[in-house]
C-alpha cells in the first residue's frame, strides 16, 4: 500500500509563502503523474498543479505564476511552493500520486491565508 504524507501546512499572511511537501512511500518514477490538489469548505476539490513522469508540469490557471511543483527523486518527494498567497488560496491541500493501476492520495494538510 503507497502512503503520502504531505507536511507544511499552516498559517501565512496574504502576500506570503509557503512550501508543502509530500514524502511518498514509493519511488516517484513508478507513478505516471504526481500532483497537489485542494479542497476549500462547500467546495470541490480541484487540481492545483500536476507533474508527470516525463518532466510536463500543469497548474490551475489561478495558481499559474505564484504555485510551483517539484520533485527529489532521491528523497521520494513531490514540493508545492506557493508565493504570493491569497485568501482564496485557503484550502486543504492533498498530494496526489497515480499509476496504470491506482490513484493514491494522502491525508491533506490544512493552508490558511489570513491576516
Known amino acids: 500500500q503507497v502512503q503520502l504524507v504531505e507536511s507544511g501546512g499552516g498559517l501565512v499572511q496574504p502576500g506570503g509563502s509557503l512550501s508543502l511537501s509530500c514524502a511518498a512511500s514509493?519511488?516517484?518514477?513508478?507513478?505516471?503523474?504526481v500532483g497537489w490538489y485542494r479542497q476549500a469548505p462547500g467546495k470541490e476539490r480541484e487540481l492545483v498543479a500536476t507533474?508527470?513522469?516525463?518532466?510536463?508540469?500543469n497548474y490551475a490557471d489561478s495558481v499559474k505564476g505564484r504555485f510551483t511543483i517539484s520533485k527529489d527523486h532521491a528523497k521520494n518527494t513531490v514540493y508545492l511552493q506557493m508565493n504570493s498567497l491569497k485568501p482564496e488560496d485557503a484550502a486543504v491541500y492533498y498530494c496526489?500520486?497515480?499509476?496504470?493501476?491506482?490513484?493514491?492520495w494522502g491525508q491533506g494538510t490544512q493552508v490558511t491565508v489570513s491576516s
Open positions: 507533474s508527470t513522469s516525463s518532466g510536463s508540469t
Open positions: 514509493r519511488r516517484l518514477f513508478t507513478f505516471n503523474v
Open positions: 496526489n500520486a497515480q499509476s496504470y493501476s491506482a490513484n493514491y
